[in-house]
């Protein structure tokens, strides 16, 4: 067989040509065998903290990347996300936002196997949370993505996904304490110390303010809660007088007919917070003759939108319903299949939006 003779710069190229790292090369490396690597790896308990942290070492000096590509090809497997989330509406289009992000990171992670089933409620009927959650756990899902609005039935749901060993993700509103692998949403309480903050620079140092919520008798008051407590936590010691106002009708006739019976019975109302529903709100006083308040709530929809450029609304906390879907199915890709583990809570950013800056937010 005839020999070849390489020149200097072939034999560089050979010797720095890059080597596809395994757990078998892992292992040799840490002096141990497969098994505690594999662990290590995906996130599994059983393996002593020196052992891990050899492996660890290993890991970085081989500077290993995992060939999730690879791995896919070779596993096959199809994973099964369940999707909970309201039914959006006319009057509720807040809920139609989180197709778009849901749509992106499918497309962005279609080579990967993740696919949704969207179980649809009606916000305001347990019984049809309760359908569709019944649904969710007759299918037998690789994972959960759900809005937790009501408490007894969603502690149903974590109980028996901890029986499936089945994670559970909450995005937009969040229940404390529970056995869920993580939330994803705003930080509520902060959102209603923000929303004070920005109060406390446009009204007068005596200035009254209102704290309204427009919700449903069966609504997750949770976060709605949280926001007015942030809210009040800023206000604590101040001399500014705070009253309330809360309708569960939704009926914008009633709803009209009390804010204006308040407002003139309240005179010295500068500033009004809305932690939910705050375009029915702006309808009541937008008929109101010239009508001067600073008004502050959530949710970039149109009705609000509308609100914000007639200057009747000043300010929007944008919870980007389409980024939370976005990020919240991504984190089920990094846990499912990436094996890397995932925080308590991820909390969006307080996007404060004006009619300044909103076209920069549409």
Do not use: C
Request: charged fraction near 25%; avoid cysteine.
């Amino acid at each position: 067989m005839p020999y070849r003779l390489f020149s200097i710069f072939e034999k560089k190229a050979i010797k720095e040509k890059p080597r596809n790292i395994g757990i078998k090369e892992i292992a040799e490396r840490a002096n141990v065998s497969i098994g505690p690597v594999d662990k290590v790896l995906h996130n599994r308990g059983g393996v002593s903290e020196e052992t891990r942290q050899r492996i660890l070492k290993a890991i970085e000096e081989l500077n290993y990347k995992p060939n999730i590509l690879a791995s896919r090809l070779k596993s096959k497997k199809d994973y099964r996300i369940a999707v909970m989330l309201p039914q959006g509406t006319k009057k509720i289009p807040f809920w139609f936002e989180h197709d778009k992000g849901f749509e992106r990171i499918l497309k962005e992670l279609e080579q990967f196997g993740l696919n949704l089933e969207t179980f649809r409620f009606d916000q305001n009927s347990e019984s049809s949370f309760t359908d569709k959650l019944n649904k969710v756990i007759k299918g037998k899902y690789d994972g959960i993505f759900m809005v937790p609005v009501f408490y007894k039935e969603t502690v149903r749901l974590l109980q028996h996904a901890q029986t499936t060993e089945t994670p559970v993700i909450f995005f937009d509103s969040n229940i404390p304490h529970q056995d869920n692998l993580s939330f994803i949403g705003q930080n509520s309480k902060d959102s209603g110390y923000l929303a004070a903050s920005l109060l406390d620079y446009g009204v007068s140092p005596n200035a009254t303010l209102l704290v309204a919520s427009i919700v449903r008798k069966d609504d997750n008051h949770i976060h709605f809660s949280a926001r007015e407590e942030g809210f009040l936590e800023y206000f604590k010691g101040s001399t500014k007088k705070i009253i309330h106002y809360e309708n569960k009708s939704g009926n914008d006739a009633a709803i009209e007919k009390e804010v204006t019976a308040l407002l003139q019975k309240e005179p010295g109302i500068e500033g009004i917070f809305v932690t939910n529903g705050i375009s029915k709100i702006a309808g009541a006083i937008s008929k109101l003759p010239a009508a001067a308040y600073k008004l502050i709530g959530y949710d970039l929809t149109d009705e609000n939108i509308f609100f914000l450029e007639k200057g009747i609304i000043q300010f929007l906390i944008s919870q980007q319903p389409d980024k939370q879907a976005y990020q919240g199915i991504k984190l089920f890709y990094e846990y499912l299949i990436l094996k890397q583990p995932v925080e308590k809570s991820y909390y969006m950013p307080l996007d404060i939006v004006t009619k300044s800056n909103l076209k920069y937010y549409q």
